[in-house]
Nanobody, 124 residues
Framework: QVQLVESGGGLVQPGDSLRLSCVASGRTFGRSMGWFRQAPGKEREFVAAVDWRGVRLYYSDSVKGRFTISRDNAKNTMYLQMNSLKPEDSAVYYC??????????????????WGQGTQVAVAS
């Protein structure tokens, strides 16, 4: 059974950077992975996705050019490098495993394993 654990969140000021990590305790080989976020009172929002090889990358327009998704399969870890953070980036960030044999799904219903989330707060 696969378990995902996010870390790296915290409180930062606008313009700062954070790197989130997602460590899998089980095998994720052959599956696309994604990052989502959810702010209070809002629906879960797609952030970024990476194919199982770590080659194909896809981003939400709201984070494109600021965030970078990557994965290191040898370490069973996925990352989200977040630069130029804005207050509207504040949310709980979740990593997830794609349940399909495709990649780049933006619908959270297409993911079958989720981490517990890590809180990111961007404020002055």
């Amino acid at each position: 059974q696969v378990q995902l654990v996010e870390s790296g969140g915290g409180l930062v000021q606008p313009g700062d950077s954070l790197r989130l990590s997602c460590v899998a305790s089980g095998r994720t080989f052959g599956r696309s992975m994604g990052w989502f976020r959810q702010a209070p009172g809002k629906e879960r929002e797609f952030v970024a996705a990476v194919d199982w090889r770590g080659v194909r990358l896809y981003y939400s327009d709201s984070v494109k050019g600021r965030f970078t998704i990557s994965r290191d399969n040898a370490k069973n870890t996925m990352y989200l490098q977040m630069n130029s953070l804005k207050p509207e980036d504040s949310a709980v960030y979740y990593c997830a495993r794609d349940a399909t044999d495709g990649w780049g799904n933006t619908n959270p219903e297409k993911y079958d394993v989720w981490g517990q989330g890590t809180q990111v707060a961007v404020a002055s």
